[in-house]
Structures are given as structure tokens and as C-alpha cells.
């Protein structure tokens, strides 16, 4: 009987806290963006937020408000030009990180987006990671440093969709200080379990784009891998108190998931031996 009522109890509590909706205050701060794709904070509350076609920005944080937003790197009209940085199809300006040390012993930022630099002999264009260095005024970037240069980029369309699809680009710190790269397979059946290019990956570096020295990656596999066999992988996160690791992932039409990662970690994305496999919503 004891338990009966507990069961009851605890159904009567879960029935009275679903019917309470939590209320949200929604507040403006920025407005006429376009395909704005990443934010980050910084420490006193100043805004960078990334645009697909535009590039980085930022905006100050006044007293009860934000100044009007400076583009500091990217397209033309940048107060630092890029003129290798483009977009196509999902590809632009993605992830924006804030070093840890920032203000500390260092004023890095960090950007993923695709660019024209380092073309091989196909003429395949990558995506890149690059570190700049933010003035300390707030209002230039300098010291642009590409720490990863190969990066996979989808060039040519193909039947699963078109270029510049699934670059992953999320970019985040972690509390153990490495920077973490959330790559995409670019619909190349083959790239998630490859272990030797960076596509349908999670990465981990440190802000010179060097492997982290326990990536847990068997020998021939490029050590800047941390977890393999993803498909577009665009979300990490760190849980509070324990710093375990997780990634949300695109999957085929609804199968979207949230995984937990572990160093060597195969994600189970494998298409090439799926020839029935179909992604309607790319």
C-alpha cells in the first residue's frame, strides 16, 4: 500500500508539473541577420556571432543595450577582408570559439568556414579552422593563423544533394582546455570511417590545431581525430560537473540524435554498404 501511494504521488507530481507551462521572456537584441549561424559570449558580455555569407561580427555590450554590430573578418566590407572566404549550399561563416585564456595570455578567437586557399591538384577546395587575434579595442582582427587547412568540402553535387552540403563547423573549447571540431561527411559514403581524412569526424586540438595527445586513435588514423563515424555532426556540449562530452547529429530524414562521445569513439554512421539508404531531407 506504501508504495501504491508513492507510485500515485509521484504520478499526481508529474501530471501537475506538466500542466504548468514555463513562461519565457523574449528580448531583441540584434535583428536584420542573415543566416546568422554561431554566437559566443564573451566574458564581459560582449556578443561574436557568425552570419553564412557575411562572416564573424561583433556587437558591444552597452549599459542597457548593444551597440550596433561591426563586421570584423570575412566577405567585402570587413574590417579584415578574406578574399579566399566564400559560401555555398549549408557552407559559410559557421563556429566562432573564444580561447580560454582570452584576455589572459592571449586575445584569441576562432573561425571554420570553407575557403580557396590550398587547392590540391583536383582543384578540391577545404574547409578551414583559423585562429585570429582580436584587438584590444574590440574593433580589428589581425594574426589570421589557418591551424587546419584540410578539412573536407563538399565541391561537386551528387545525388544525395548539393555542394557545400553537411560541413559540420561547430567549434567549442571543452574543460580540459583542447578545442573541439565537429566535421561532416559532405554525402561521401565513404569519409566516416575513413581514418585518415577529416570528414564525418569530431576533432580535438589544441589552438595550434595540434592533436590532443590522447585522442585514443589507432596506429595509420590521423591523430587529430577524436571520434569517427558521424554523419553532420553540428552540436557539442559539455555536461556541468563531470565534463563528459556530446554531440547532436543530423541524421537521414528524422533521426537526429544526441550522443555521447568517448576518446576513439566510432559513432556507427557507415553508408557505403547501404546502397538502399535514402536521406529525403538531406
Known sequence: QNLLALILAVVAT??????VEPSFKVTVVLDNLA????VAIMPDGHVLYTEKCRGLSISKKAAHT???PLRL???????LEAPDFFCAGQSGMHGVAIDPEFGHSNHYIYVFFPSTMNRDTTGRRWNHLVRLTLSMDLVSVSQRVDILQDIFFKDQANGVGGNGAHSGGRIKFGPDG???VTTGDNHNATLPQDMRALGGKILRVDRDGTAAPD????SGADPRIYVYGLRNSQGIAFRPGTGQIYASEHGPAYDDEVTLLVAGGNGGWDPQ????LNCPSN
Open 14 to 19: 508529474l501530471t501537475l508539473a506538466s500542466a
Open 35 to 38: 543566416s546568422p549561424w554561431d
Open 66 to 68: 548593444f551597440e550596433t
Open 73 to 79: 573578418f570575412g566577405a567585402t566590407g570587413s574590417v
Open 178 to 180: 583542447f578545442l573541439y
Open 215 to 218: 585522442n585514443n586513435m589507432p
Open 273 to 276: 554498404n547501404r546502397p538502399s
